[in-house]
């Protein structure tokens, strides 16, 4: 059986871009087509598999100005040729879904979520910090691309959700059925140790709409010592609203981020993400998550058990939060447990039984 893998770019390293690796690592022999890649964006690994670009690779500026790009997505993947290809895998929280194929051969698509630009338009312009004076413009702009997305899942044989939070907008948007097969947790390099450090503890891209804000405004006020490891546009805001008692760690590897879970009291963890596979790197360490109670989260975080929650994207809500926190006890090794459901060997067993019971 020949193998595709397909994925929207390779032009920043996350969640969906552990998944690509993790796939490739099943299936070591299969070639990744993709828009666009940036070997110095991606981890070294990348360089080694056998990735397949689009003709936007060669376009001025695209690495810079991808998102400039945008009505050009559609065509790049159309124009692949997968003809040689049995079982077609897409991973896709945009483009890389709409692949041509011929009858026989099978497309499978891992959705991390349904185009956020198109399906949940004022998300979107929130998190890019787009103007509200652009708005009519880019809804006008994005109406050709809602109708190729509807168009193209259609054709889409199988899909698969990565949580039930997007099952339910596949559903709700496609109407069609999905299997749920959650992202890999590394538990193996996310381990508890015996060390404690009084700090909590924030990971995350320093982007506006991930409300970091609140995060930082709750620990300055409350004078509780708050590391946060990231980058992003918004760190210079972010730094303005900081106190004495908050520090910013910047971008560190794996091994580090290990360390500093490890060593925390808490995962403070502010939005509402697909999945959010950050919190179950806590919790393979031992510690607790207070998050926000939506998305991914409530579907990992166990209240009082692994962690709490709090209901308002407030300083004054995650502060309260925080505090019920203080008076609460939890078991490590209880906390562990609860990850190691997510194990990457999970996702391979998961992904391996789907694709043999296909038959191909």
Request: hydrophobic fraction near 45%.
């Amino acid at each position: 059986m020949r193998i595709a893998l397909i994925h929207d770019y390779l032009n920043q390293f996350g969640g969906a871009e552990r998944v690509v690796a993790l796939l490739h690592q099943i299936w070591p022999d299969a070639p990744i087509f993709t828009s666009i890649y940036d070997q110095e964006k991606m981890p070294s690994a990348f360089s080694r598999m056998d990735i397949r670009t689009s003709f936007m690779q060669r376009l001025p500026g695209v690495f810079r100005f991808f998102k400039y790009y945008l009505l050009l997505y559609p065509l790049a993947f159309e124009r692949f040729d997968l003809a040689d290809y049995d079982l077609i895998i897409s991973s896709s929280s945009a483009f890389a879904k709409g692949i041509k194929k011929r009858q026989e051969q099978l497309h499978l698509c891992y959705c991390h979520t349904p185009m956020r630009f198109v399906w949940r338009f004022d998300d979107y312009l929130k998190r890019e910090g787009i103007p509200e004076i652009f708005k009519s413009v880019l809804a006008f702009v994005l109406e050709p691309i809602k109708k190729w997305d509807l168009q193209t899942a259609a054709k889409v044989d199988y899909f698969i959700a990565n949580s039930e939070t997007v099952a339910k907008r596949i559903k709700e948007i496609y109407g069609r059925g999905s299997v749920i097969i959650n992202p890999p947790v590394d538990c193996d390099l996310f381990l508890p140790i015996d060390r404690d450090h009084d700090y909590f503890l924030l990971v995350s891209r320093l982007n506006t709409y991930k409300r970091l804000d609140i995060v930082v405004k709750a620990f300055s006020q409350l004078d509780l010592p708050l590391k946060i490891i990231g980058t992003g546009s918004d760190r210079r805001n972010l730094v303005k609203l900081a106190g004495p008692s908050v520090e910013f760690l910047g971008q560190v590897n794996d091994q580090q981020l290990a360390r500093y879970l490890a060593e925390c009291r808490a995962l403070i963890f502010p939005g509402e993400e697909d999945f959010g596979i950050v919190p179950l790197e806590a919790m393979s360490c031992g510690r607790p998550v207070i998050a926000y109670r939506a998305g991914g989260a409530t579907e990992t975080v166990i209240d009082g058990i692994t962690g709490i929650f709090f209901d308002e994207q407030t300083p004054e809500a995650l502060a309260e939060a925080v505090n019920r926190f203080n008076f609460l006890t939890f078991d490590r090794q209880v906390i562990r447990q609860q990850a190691l459901k997510y194990d990457r060997s999970v996702f391979e067993q998961k992904i391996i039984d789907f694709v043999e019971k296909l038959g191909i």
